[in-house]
């Protein structure tokens, strides 16, 4: 088949939009989705200066998620002095498996000129997740015990390096499989702290981003488009996240790596297990199949579910998280003692 957008020989069939690419405007349709989402979110502050940068820190494991969200972010904003970005990556304790994805960070940021920190599970908890799963006092998939001691990792150490934004590598797939997850769960309260979290725009000027241009023509995939007319509320207990890969099918963003030959780690974690996220995967894997769009059709209503139940919320509401202080690390959290503590409890008793 033929590039639908130049004649040359095509490189991918994306069914949802119908379009056939070559590699070179399959690379330009991912570009500008991310592009977009960026200037849709307003991730790019009106008081964003030279003098003073919006910081932003990005969780970059070695996977093709984070590597090509690093790539295309350092392409756009390289040499726009308002955007500072910080690569951080965690070295969780799991043998052979992150060393080799932590050198493909490692190849990345220093290819690119990018400020790059590592942090080890072993440094900050005494404990690698090899012995976490081994031992499991809590009875749970090791992806539970990761997915704490990643979050507190990645929180703090956002905020130690002066972090206004987080940014995580999450593409379409990842996103719809969770709001997926939440619908179904029928978690009103989970889907506006989703909303709070990662999705909701920020008030931000949004035509900054478009001085960095979109490229050229369209790609059937866009962004969600959720109808949404409110922004998230300012936080004060996390430095707010964003996903600016959320639009791009998991496929294309492989893809991107592949055409781009970027050094990313593409294998799956050996203590991977989460039944219901994996149920989810393969109904979604099903549905897009037979639906093509289905994942964009799901985060346009979710998104725009989101934003009502989050502007729908009380603060006065007795179930909505009143966040204080771990009383032992000081980490936000609405209880006592966070999870993370009472995790490595747990840990310490075996």
Same mark, same amino acid.
């Given at each position: 088949?033929?590039?639908? =957008?130049?004649?040359?020989? +095509? +490189? ?19 570009? @500008? ?17 030279? %003098? ?11 996977? =093709? ?19 500072? #970005?910080?690569? #951080? ?14 050198? +493909?960070?490692?190849? #990345? ?53 002066? $972090?206004?934004?987080? #940014? ?57 488009? $959720? ?15 964003? =996903? ?6 998991? =496929? %294309? ?32 894997? @099903? ?12 985060? $346009?209503?979710?998104? %725009?579910? $989101? ?19 771990? %009383? ?5 959290? +609405? ?16």
């Amino acid at each position: 088949m033929e590039c639908d =957008k130049c004649g040359d020989s +095509a +490189a991918v069939h994306a069914e949802y939009s119908g379009l056939h690419l070559c590699e070179g405007h399959l690379c330009q349709a991912v570009d @500008k989705r991310v592009r977009r989402r960026v200037r849709e979110d307003g991730l790019v502050p009106d008081d964003a200066t030279p %003098e003073d940068p919006d910081t932003w820190v990005i969780g970059l494991s070695g996977g =093709k998620d984070s590597v090509v969200l690093t790539q295309i972010l350092h392409e756009t904003f390289d040499e726009d002095p308002r955007i500072e #970005l910080v690569a #951080l990556s965690i070295h969780e304790g799991i043998e052979g498996y992150r060393d080799e994805s932590l050198d +493909a960070c490692v190849e #990345l940021t220093e290819d690119l000129g990018i400020r790059h920190e590592v942090v080890h599970y072993e440094d900050e908890f005494d404990v690698r997740m090899d012995d976490v799963v081994e031992d499991d006092p809590e009875s749970m998939a090791a992806c539970a015990y990761c997915g704490v001691f990643r979050r507190d990792v990645l929180s703090r150490y956002a905020e130690e390096l002066g $972090a206004d934004k987080l #940014l995580t590598g999450h593409n379409l797939d990842d996103e719809a499989e969770t709001a997926l997850m939440n619908f179904l769960e029928g978690d009103v309260r989970q889907m506006a702290k989703h909303f709070e979290a990662s999705l909701g725009p920020f008030d931000g000027d949004s035509r900054a981003e478009e001085d960095h241009g979109d490229g050229d023509g369209g790609d059937g995939g866009g962004s969600s488009d $959720a109808a949404t007319d409110h922004a998230r509320e300012d936080q004060d207990h996390h430095v707010p996240r964003a =996903k600016p890969l959320r639009d791009v099918p998991e =496929k %294309e963003v492989a893809l991107y790596a592949r055409f781009r030959d970027l050094p990313a780690h593409i294998t799956e974690c050996p203590h991977a297990e989460e039944a219901y996220r994996g149920e989810i995967q393969q109904l979604m894997l @099903k549905l897009e199949e037979n639906h093509p769009g289905t994942r964009h059709s799901i985060m $346009a209503g979710y998104e %725009e579910l $989101a934003s009502l139940a989050s502007s729908a919320q009380d603060p006065d509401d007795e179930a909505t998280p009143d966040f204080g202080e771990c %009383e032992r690390c000081g980490a936000p959290t +609405a209880r006592d003692l966070c999870r993370k503590c009472g995790l490595l409890d747990a840990l310490e008793a075996v």
